[in-house]
């Protein structure tokens, strides 16, 4: 609904969300109503319920975001103004204080969250070369790389329109973008196909002219990133299902779950008969498959239980998940062994006494194998770091202290996490991954887990950057978690904890998982383990982009040969045809280049609506038609190869949106002159009015609690009186490029006296800026994000044009309070505050704002 709140949170997909508590009531603090009111729509209004003053005014964001005990904390309100937002009103209302000369007043306090709408690992693709355009007659950049960093730099200008109005040609606008993107991106930032009227080539001699390459298409200016508009990007796993019977369950040549044809249970106190029992002895199956360990089929293949995304919001690769035993291996029941109807946990049974290494292997959804038959399928690398999670450590002991801890204890190892990132690859509770990271929200970092678990890392015989969990606590089949909740967001309870998560590095496509369960002495036949695993359900990140058209290659001749380095996407190849190398189409399963080609093109136009790759892949062009002499145009410059997309490891994360940082420890740049009354520091205040005068007819120059000498009424009729803040925005596009600087530009637009203006503006090091407002007094503000370098002389005439964001973002006021110290508040409008903005996105989830709760 476009506000948020304790007690009312945003999209779990924004960052800020992990920073509120959704279990608060804040109806004690505030009313909250929404609506259209007056000349505006999409409102919310605040007003206080709960007396305050300044010395329970927070300090820092902290105070208010992430603090879910005290009460002066929760008395905040955030909201999400849509995309494409460069300004906003504001109404702030301070009630009357009835039988108190001079009156008093109030200060509205408000900020960002800190944090970007989203995250993303995308990078700046290279910009195409201009160097044939010739701008003489205009220049449009509706094609132009980077449309935002355009408005900081031309600010009264159009969206996508370079040639600007403030007295410069065309040329110097191309010349002035072109130097700003060199200078930020490395290169000019603008498609060939955005110039008009390029100037004509010189006539050539008459001789056969090349076919040219087809000319790139004009690069889309970037949606517009919604509050929830973020895209998933990484490796999601979801084991759940309601129809297992696609799997394939013949782990060890034993039919696992529900294939398996138990007997029963060899009886209790028969000693385990040597070299194990058919399928485990507590099950003693009929149908062991010999044959399928023979021929390599023996595995556990779970159908389509990851979905690989790429930030886009295309559909995403589908991927099953294959595991094999590279040990020897024995089950207590390998009944036990695959998925259950609606577990998300699947499972892998081991008999006490017993070590087996398992690999883990992500494969194409669309790979055949006949079951128990021979098969091999190659893994899918996966261009994107993942997390992966093993669940539910126990030991056999019921009692503290535990009289033998080797008892049935389980254990797992497993190695080439990725040990680079700043949690060093592996997270739980008590021990958290980046809070870019969305699983980081359902993680309780005040646990301690070593009652419960003992963690190693390092490497371990062959195997480099492993990680190693030991359990410590009994447990039972009864206390294993029955769903993602018992486990991830539980922070209360013993259970529910006995979990630890790794993340393997980008390009990871299978791994190796070490399982060893203790032996159990004196108890005949011994009994065994499971190994429960399964992902957060969570990807890596988020992103707001989209996936840009594919070039046409209609021209392409694959007859000799197809070469893929170019194409569109790699993930997509590589679950299309498994056993080839990264970037190469051309494949080696009976399938000729041109087979291999159009196969990918069928793929790539049923999901993308183009065939997905670059014409400077194909090679051996078909040679074109010898034209009659004529003078030929200068040919287009050629696409290069389209760049795979970069692997995107877990602290890889860039971030998407406009993030607001108000504190500074030197605020003398900003202009500080809201209603012509000098702020901080430069009002020059004289004192109070004494205490039970009245107010004058007007009021005081800046305030009747400063009475500044100092009052600027030229500056009201020039149009300079404003506060301005300096770059006091860093506008993020994602791709990790430099951000946009912005400042905060805010001007009354009604009537507006302080009560001191020596409170207006920022402080030293506050994250908080202020605007002073008498008693019984109401004005409205507009608040406008303005380019950094847009020059304004203090005081002087200035309207800087608004730069509109292409993303929503938050805005957030703080600290609302009345004057009543005591409960029940005799006359609850005594310098009560009220605030009120329009315009939010009430379209969001959360109708546009939020808070605790």
């Known amino acids: 609904g476009g506000y948020f709140m304790n007690g009312r949170l945003p999209s779990s997909a924004r960052p800020v969300s992990q920073y509120l508590c959704d279990n608060m009531d804040t109806s004690e603090y505030m009313d909250v109503t929404t609506g259209d009111f007056g000349d505006g729509a999409d409102c919310v209004s605040v007003v206080a319920k709960k007396g305050g003053r300044g010395a329970d005014n927070p300090r820092s964001l902290s105070d208010v975001l992430g603090t879910c005990e005290g009460t002066p904390p929760h008395k905040f309100v955030c909201v999400t103004y849509p995309a494409n937002t460069g300004e906003f009103e504001v109404a702030f209302k301070v009630g009357p204080n009835p039988g108190s000369d001079p009156a008093y007043g109030r200060s509205l306090l408000f900020a960002g969250t800190g944090l970007p709408t989203g995250t993303s690992c995308s990078t700046a693709p290279p910009g195409p070369d201009c160097s044939g ?101 990484g490796l999601v796993f979801d084991f759940k299902t309601d129809d297992p019977s696609g799997d394939t369950s013949l782990l060890g040549g034993f039919p696992g779950f529900p294939a398996a044809a138990c007997t029963g249970s060899v009886p209790w106190g028969t000693p385990e008969p040597a070299g194990g029992c058919p399928c485990g002895c507590a099950c003693q199956c009929t149908n062991a498959d010999a044959d399928a360990v023979q ?12 979905q690989l995304h790429d930030g886009t919001g295309a559909p995403p690769v589908i991927l099953d998940l294959m595991i094999k035993n590279t040990s020897f291996y024995m089950p207590w029941s390998s009944e036990s062994t695959g998925r259950g109807v609606d577990n998300p946990f699947p499972l892998i049974s081991l008999a006490a006494d017993q070590e087996a290494t398992f690999q883990f292997r992500l494969i194409a959804n669309n790979f055949d194998c006949q079951a128990g038959a021979g098969c091999d399928p190659p893994a899918v690398v996966v261009p994107y770091a993942y997390d992966f999670c093993f669940f539910d450590f126990d030991t056999a002991c019921p009692m503290e202290p535990c009289p033998d801890p080797s008892v049935l204890v389980e254990q797992v190892t497993t190695c080439g996490i990725d040990s680079s990132t700043s949690y060093g690859g592996y997270f739980m509770n008590g021990r958290l991954p980046s809070s870019a990271r969305p699983v980081s929200q359902y993680l309780c970092d005040n646990m301690d887990t070593s009652e419960y678990m003992d963690v190693t890392t390092g490497d371990f015989g062959d195997g480099a950057d492993c990680v190693s969990v030991v359990a410590k606590k009994g447990g039972r089949g009864a206390d294993n978690p029955r769903s993602l909740s018992d486990v991830l967001g539980t922070c209360e309870g013993t259970p529910p904890h006995k979990f630890v998560c790794v993340t393997y590095p980008a390009n990871t496509g299978e791994f190796e998982v070490a399982f060893k369960v203790g032996p159990n002495p004196g108890s005949d036949p011994a009994y065994g383990r499971s190994l429960l695993f399964a992902g957060t359900g969570l990807p890596t990140g988020t992103s707001c982009s989209t996936a840009p058209p594919g070039p046409d290659c209609s021209g392409c001749n694959p007859s000799t040969g197809f070469s893929c380095s170019a194409m569109y996407d790699p993930v997509q190849c590589l679950a299309t045809f498994p056993d080839t190398p990264v970037g190469h189409c051309n494949s ?157 530009m805010i001007k009354n637009t009604s009537f507006y006296m302080p009560w001191s203006s020596e409170s207006t503006g920022r402080g030293v090091d506050n994250p908080f800026p202020l605007i002073s407002l008498a008693a019984d007094q109401e004005a409205t503000f507009q608040f406008r994000l303005i380019a950094n370098n847009f020059d304004c002389q203090a005081g002087a005439g200035c309207d800087p044009p608004a730069v509109v964001v292409p993303y929503a973002y938050d805005f ?13 508040c005799p006359d609850p409008s005594v310098l009560v505050e009220q605030v009120t903005t329009c315009g939010i996105d009430s379209s969001t989830s959360y109708g546009g704002y939020f808070m605790n709760g």
Request: hydrophobic share 25%.
């Open 133 to 233: 355009c010739n701008p003489s007659t205009g220049f449009s950049c509706s094609a132009m790389y980077d449309p935002v960093q355009c408005l900081a730099t031309f600010p009264d200008t159009p969206v996508g329109h370079c040639n600007s109005a403030h007295e410069k040609t065309p040329e110097q606008a191309c010349a002035d973008y072109r130097a700003v993107c060199q200078s930020s991106y490395g290169h000019d930032g603008c498609g060939c196909g955005s110039c008009n009227d390029p100037a004509p080539s010189p006539t050539p001699s008459p001789s056969p002219s090349p076919t040219p390459s087809p000319s790139p298409s004009a690069s889309p200016s970037p949606s517009p990133c919604g509050a929830d508009d973020l895209n998933p990007i």
């Open 588 to 744: 080696a399963h009976e399938k000729t280049p041109e087979q291999a080609c159009a196969d990918y093109r069928a793929v790539c136009q049923s999901s993308y609506g183009h065939d997905g790759c670059g014409c400077g892949s194909c090679n051996d062009p078909a040679p074109s038609p010898t034209p009659s002499p004529s003078p030929s145009p200068t040919p287009s410059p050629s696409p290069s190869a389209s760049p795979s997309p970069s692997p995107c490891g877990a602290d890889d994360l860039n971030p998407i949106g406009l993030v607001f940082d108000f504190k500074t420890d030197d605020p003398s740049g900003d202009t500080s002159l809201l209603g012509g009354f000098p702020g901080f520091p430069a009002a020059a205040c004289t004192g109070s009015v004494p205490w039970g005068t009245p107010e004058p007819a007007g009021g005081c120059p800046c305030g009747c609690a400063c009475q500044c000498t100092n009052a600027d009424a030229d500056a009201v009729q020039q149009g300079g009186a404003m506060l301005r803040m300096r770059a006091v925005g860093q506008l993020h596009d994602g791709t990790g490029a430099p951000p946009v600087i912005l400042d905060l």
């Open 812 to 824: 957030c006021f703080f600290d609302f309070d009345t004057a009543c110290p005591m409960e029940p």
């Open 295 to 306: 021929q390599g089929g023996a595995m556990l293949r779970m159908r389509a239980v990851g």
